[in-house]
């Protein structure tokens, strides 16, 4: 058993399908949260398998494409300073701010690093004592024990250098805000794998419970996500709301409660502006108190929300109410060269995968 | 955003670097030869046909796992004067040193590229160099510039893709630029990958024997297989559909890709070599590929199509087609 | 946001494991993870492994889609 391959067998991918078409009787609107399932989907060619009424929307579960401009443009200015080494994740580099992005600024001359993870940038924090070392924390809840335990660390350590600029989200609550929000019309959501192993899959129970929407959580592999559609298929057809694991290989009730110990211990959870929906109460964390001394925010003014471009859909996109080739600057203004907005930011934002691998140009 | 300053981007193969080729370079260079933008610029003279190519290599980190900069230096001109079907009967070699460059470095370099000269059988016939202040360079840059004699009238060519064709590939994608990317700073794993870099004349007429219409030969290098293959598509004006189940890759590439997030389709290879043949010659190329110690995992990839033209067309191991695109940039690892 | 490749244990030294894939191997913290056997497979995410993965969980979900597609 290799975790892989065996979940890659493109024969049964076809019948899974076949399946899914025999029983999905009626229009269905189904939700992949998750930015890496946006992505999976789209290198697969998974819609191209799947019926015409079983329509699949991109939601807002991608950490880099809901960034706030106004937070780069302030990752941004920390660089500017020539005493700093701002470190970041590659999915950032390319991400636009209000007037530039992190690939333009270390071409101007800032110290721009990108790491695999924030260990590293402990590491480098090390080496550069006479530097500042601020790492950009993106990520949802699979991502975050990892900058927890980062801040331990650099705290164990007693490290001076070492900072965080917290753009940290959480999932649930934009699944509630988006569950919630009738014009949105989600009939089954595809929940986040990697982020379930850690939070466990009882945290949808509410969503399933209160707002009567089937959740599946899914693997990332082809068989895992057609697995989950057919189970959404058949909890949709015969009238049910509950959470069922698909990826019960990775996924356990209650998830990893050591990692979850070591997030609320660094991190407290706060209001938090998503690009392109606006503020979700409770949907964002902060570094807490007694990590003062490592939260990179105390070097920068009050945060002031941005005002998005006029012309980019992508809040509408990010609840599904709209889909990109919907949007009159997809694909002409709006590129992945030459992003507007969120959606086509990354390659898993909604916009860049429907660009990139269909985009109405197949 | 439109660009004001050059980024790394723009020399990483993708998108941008070819919007600086075609917004700028083109625009002020632009000539019937260089218009062509093959591998090689074909250039008549009488009698004689001559393929000219120049390349600049400023690899880092200098010695990587299956080779060094050098050693790069002289595959990388001598596989462009191959991609259009010539031998090479010299090669130029310019240095640009780092003030502060160890010289047993040096030494080893140039050692490293004399040796691969020689095991293509040309000589470095002129050359330059170049010394700069600390900090202006990155410890070595080096170029090459090569001349290759085309026998034949007619010579592979990027626009010569028909309807029809058969796509090979010689080999297994992904093995340089994953030989690169785990020396690379705050990439730490290990593996035994190695870079794939070789001098490929010898495989090339190879091929040209078992046919000698070959209509497309490239070597898939910075920006990868996906970049190579769109060039070709909107150079020809087809369209090339190729099957992800058929494409040769390494376990380990394989693997290094999937944990860093990075496409194997957009990674360097500097040992391989994109083949688009007339259908009734596929055979014979691939069996001639196969029997060469650079091409034993050589197959057949995909085929040309008409429509919609200009574009790349990749049928998953799912059976679903989707778009290969361009990429846009630099290789990044990712977390998302 | 959720790329986390599968990887086997092949060595323990306190919180940090050396996990191996395929020829391909790195260094991953595991503070978050107890119990934690040479042989084992675990999710690597950003330098960490955030799970261990069940291999009968795994052959369970497959049986069940060859169930499906049946």
Redesign the interface.
């Known amino acids: 058993?290799?975790?892989?391959d065996?979940?890659r067998d493109g024969a049964?991918a076809l019948?899974?399908a076949e399946?899914i078409r025999k029983e999905a009787t009626r229009p269905l609107r189904l939700m992949e949260v998750?930015?890496?399932?946006t992505m999976a989907i789209a290198r697969h060619g998974i819609k191209g398998l799947l019926p015409e009424n079983l329509r699949l929307i991109s939601g807002p579960?991608?950490?880099v494409c809901v960034t706030p401009q106004g937070q780069i443009d302030q990752f941004i200015e920390l660089g500017k300073s020539a005493d700093t080494i701002l470190t970041t994740?590659g999915d950032m580099i390319r991400v636009p701010g209000t007037h530039s992005n992190l690939e333009a600024e270390r071409a101007r001359g800032a110290d721009v690093r990108v790491v695999?993870?924030?260990?590293?940038a402990i590491t480098i924090a090390e080496e550069n004592p006479g530097k500042r070392v601020i790492f950009f924390g993106i990520?949802?809840e699979?991502?975050t024990?990892?900058i927890a335990?980062a801040i331990l660390e650099a705290w164990k350590k007693g490290l001076p250098n070492f900072f965080v600029l917290s753009a940290h989200k959480l999932i649930p609550p934009a699944m509630t805000a988006l569950a919630s929000d009738p014009e949105v019309g989600i009939e089954g959501f595809i929940c986040?794998?990697?982020?379930s192993?850690?939070i466990g899959s009882e945290a949808y129970q509410p969503i399933a419970r209160e707002y009567g929407i089937p959740c599946v959580v899914t693997?990332?592999e082809p068989?895992?996500i057609l697995?989950a559609i057919?189970m959404l298929v058949k909890q949709a057809m015969e009238g049910r709301a509950e959470v069922e694991v698909?990826?019960?290989?990775?996924?356990s009730q209650y998830g990893?409660l050591?990692?979850t110990k070591?997030v609320y211990t660094a991190f407290d959870v706060v209001d938090t502006e998503w690009r392109g929906i606006g503020v979700i109460p409770v949907s964002g964390l902060a570094l807490r108190p007694e990590f003062a001394a490592y939260d990179a925010s105390k070097f920068l003014p009050e945060y002031v929300p941005s005002p998005g471009n006029k012309a980019c859909e992508c809040g509408l996109i990010l609840k599904g109410l709209k889909s990109p080739s919907d949007c009159k600057a997809f694909g002409r203004v709006c590129t992945p060269e030459n992003p507007l907005g969120p959606c086509m930011v990354s390659n898993e934002g909604a916009c860049a995968a429907e660009f990139r691998y269909s985009g109405g140009r197949l | 955003m439109k660009d004001d300053i050059i980024l790394l981007a723009h020399g990483a193969g993708g998108k941008k670097s070819a919007d600086l080729i075609g917004g700028l370079f083109l625009k002020h260079f632009g000539n019937p030869t260089l218009n062509v933008l093959g591998d090689s610029a074909i250039i008549r003279n009488g009698a004689h046909t001559l393929a000219f190519t120049t390349d600049s290599f400023v690899v880092d980190p200098l010695f990587f796992p299956g080779g060094d900069i050098g050693k790069l230096a002289i595959c990388g001109t001598v596989n462009d004067l191959a991609a259009a079907g010539a031998q090479p009967i010299a090669l130029s070699a310019a240095f640009i040193l780092e003030e502060g460059l160890e010289f047993e470095v040096l030494e080893r370099i140039v050692d490293s590229m004399s040796r691969t000269a020689s095991e293509v059988g040309v000589s470095i016939v002129t050359g330059d160099t170049k010394v700069v202040p600390r900090g202006s360079a990155d410890r070595m840059f080096i170029n090459t510039s090569g001349i290759g004699l085309l026998p034949a009238q007619e010579y592979p060519s990027p626009e010569r893709a028909c309807v029809g064709d058969i796509v090979i590939l010689s080999g297994t994608i992904g093995d340089h630029g994953m030989a690169v990317m785990t020396c690379r700073e705050g990439i730490?794993?290990?593996?035994?990958?190695m870079s794939d870099c070789a001098p490929l004349n010898d495989l090339v007429a190879k091929m040209l024997e078992a046919s000698p219409s070959i209509h497309c030969l490239r070597d898939p290098t910075r920006g990868g297989l996906a970049a190579t293959l769109n060039e070709i598509a909107s150079q020809s004006g087809v369209c090339i559909e190729i099957e992800e189940e058929k494409i040769p890759a390494n376990?380990?590439v394989?693997?290094?890709c999937?944990?860093l997030?990075i496409d194997p389709l957009h990674v360097a290879n500097e040992g391989k070599m994109l083949v688009i043949v007339p259908a009734q010659d596929a055979e014979a190329v691939l069996s001639a590929l196969r029997e060469h110690p650079l091409g034993e995992r050589a197959a057949i990839i995909g085929r040309v199509h008409s429509e919609p033209t200009g574009r790349v067309h990749l049928k998953t191991s799912m059976g679903s087609l989707r778009i290969l695109d361009i990429p846009a940039g630099d290789l990044l690892p990712?977390?998302? | 946001?959720?790329?986390?490749?599968?990887m086997k244990v092949m060595e323990i030294n306190g919180n940090t494991a050396k996990v191996e894939?395929?020829?391909?191997?790195?260094?991953a913290?595991i503070?978050?993870?107890?119990g934690l056997q040479i042989g084992d497979?675990v999710?690597?995410?950003?330098?960490?492994a955030?799970?261990r993965?069940?291999?009968e969980?795994?052959?369970?979900?497959?049986r069940?889609?060859?169930m499906?597609?049946?």
């Open positions: 058993m290799r975790y892989i065996e979940f049964l019948e899974i399946r998750c930015g890496t399932h579960g991608c950490p994740f695999y993870s924030p260990l590293d990520g949802f699979t991502t024990p990892a335990l986040p794998g990697h982020v192993s850690i693997g990332f068989l895992d697995q057919h698909q990826y019960s290989r990775a996924v990893n050591a990692a070591c | 730490r794993f290990s593996s035994e990958i376990e380990d394989r693997v290094a999937e944990l997030g990712r977390i998302c | 946001m959720c790329l986390a490749i599968p894939q395929e020829g391909v191997s790195k260094a913290r503070d978050f993870l107890e497979y999710l690597i995410h950003a330098g960490i955030i799970e993965l069940d291999p969980d795994a052959e369970e979900t497959l069940l889609i060859r499906i597609a049946r």
